[in-house]
C-alpha cells in the first residue's frame, strides 16, 4: 500500500476516461459552479484505483468543494468511518488543467491521511452519562455540578464569639481555695477545627485568721478547639488553651499592727477543657469540665495559715455562650 501511495504523488497524466474498478467517490461543488464537478471525480477516481481497491469497500466517499474568496476549501468524508478532513489551497488558475490539479490535491490529502481517516471513532462509554432533566439547560447543570463539586471540597470558614464564666479550684496539690473567671474567645474555624484566642481574668479571696488574699491575674492564650460532629444540635467540643499574663497578690489585715503586702510576677498556663455543646441556631451553648496548671504565679504568705497561691494544678468547669459572626444571606 505504500508503494501505491507514493505512486500517487508521482503520477504521470491521466486521460478523462471511465475507470474498471474505480471506488465510488462523489464529489459536490455547488458552492464553485465554475469547477467541472463530474470532471473531477473522474480524475480523482483514476487517483485513488489503486489504493482504495486494496484497503476499502464500502459507501462512497464524498468530496465537497467551497471557493471562499481566492481559496479553494477541500472536505473529504467516508461515511463508513464516519471522519472528516478539511484543507484550504490556493485556487487554481482558470484553464484546462485546473480539474486535475483539484484532483491531484484531493488525492494527496486523502493518501496522506488514509490511515486517519480510517481510525475507529472512540467507543461510547460502557456507562452513560445522566442526562438532564427534560427542560433543564446543560450550561446550568454543568453550573450546578460545579459548584456541588466545590463545596464539598472547600473547608467551611466562619468566626465565632464566645463569652464565659468559670468556677475553679486553685493550687489543688498544696492549699486548695476557689476563684472565678471571666473570659472572651475569638474562634475562627476550618471545618470542625478552630483556632482561638481567649482573653480571661481571674479573681479570687482567701479568708485567714488574720486577715484575707486577695489575688488578681490577666492572661491571654492561643489554643486550638474542636466541635464534632459536623451537623447536629447536640455535639462534642474542646479546647487546650495555651496563655501568659500578669498576676497579683494583696493581704488585707484585719488587725492595724499585723503588716501587709503586695505580690506581683508574670505567669503563664496551660487548661484543657471537653464537654457536650448545644447548638441552636448561629448560638451555641458550651459547658466545660477543665483541668491545667498555672506556673511562676505570687504567692501570699501568711504567719501561721496555709499560703495563697494561684500556681500548681486547678481544676473547675465554664459555661460559655458562642455565636457565629457570619452575616445571614438575603432571604435565608
Not at 470532471?39 to 476499502?56: M, S, Y
Request: with cysteine; net charge positive.
Amino acid at each position: 500500500m505504500i508503494g501505491s501511495i507514493v505512486a500517487l504523488v508521482l503520477a504521470g497524466p491521466v486521460v478523462d476516461a471511465p475507470v474498471e474498478g474505480a471506488p465510488p467517490i462523489r464529489v459536490e461543488a455547488e458552492r464553485c459552479p465554475a469547477i467541472d464537478a463530474a470532471k473531477v471525480q473522474r480524475l480523482l477516481a483514476l487517483e485513488l484505483v489503486a489504493v482504495t481497491q486494496e484497503i476499502r469497500e464500502g459507501p462512497a466517499l464524498r468530496v465537497e468543494l467551497a471557493c471562499p474568496a481566492a481559496t479553494l476549501t477541500i472536505e473529504v468524508s467516508d461515511p463508513m468511518t464516519g471522519k472528516q478532513l478539511a484543507r484550504d489551497v490556493p485556487m487554481p488558475a482558470p484553464d484546462e488543467a485546473r480539474e486535475r490539479v483539484i484532483a491531484l490535491a484531493i488525492a494527496q490529502l486523502f493518501a496522506a491521511s488514509w490511515l486517519e481517516l480510517l481510525l475507529p471513532s472512540p467507543p461510547e462509554p460502557e456507562v452513560p452519562a445522566p442526562t438532564p432533566a427534560r427542560g433543564t439547560s446543560p450550561k446550568a447543570v454543568a453550573a450546578a455540578r460545579d459548584v456541588a463539586e466545590t463545596r464539598s471540597r472547600r473547608v467551611e470558614r466562619r468566626l465565632e464569639l464566645a463569652v464565659g464564666g468559670s468556677g475553679r479550684a486553685h493550687s489543688l496539690e498544696a492549699s486548695p481555695w476557689g476563684i472565678g473567671a471571666g473570659e472572651i474567645e475569638v474562634r475562627g474555624w476550618f471545618g470542625q477545627i478552630a483556632v482561638l484566642g481567649r482573653l480571661s481574668a481571674q479573681g479570687g479571696l482567701a479568708r485567714r485568721e488574720l486577715g484575707e488574699v486577695r489575688a488578681v491575674a490577666v492572661l491571654a492564650g492561643l489554643g486550638v478547639g474542636f466541635r464534632v460532629p459536623a451537623s447536629g444540635r447536640w455535639r462534642l467540643g474542646g479546647a487546650v488553651v495555651i496563655s501568659a499574663g500578669w498576676a497579683r497578690l494583696r493581704g488585707v489585715s484585719d488587725d492595724p499592727g499585723v503588716p501587709t503586702a503586695v505580690a506581683r510576677s508574670a505567669t503563664g498556663g496551660l487548661g484543657f477543657g471537653i464537654g457536650p455543646r448545644l447548638v441552636l441556631g448561629r448560638t451555641a451553648l458550651e459547658l466545660d469540665a477543665e483541668l491545667g496548671g498555672m506556673l511562676r504565679p505570687p504567692e501570699g504568705l501568711v504567719a501561721g495559715e496555709r499560703p495563697v497561691t494561684l500556681g500548681g494544678l486547678w481544676a473547675g468547669g465554664t459555661f460559655r455562650v458562642a455565636v457565629d459572626l457570619r452575616r445571614r444571606r438575603r432571604g435565608a
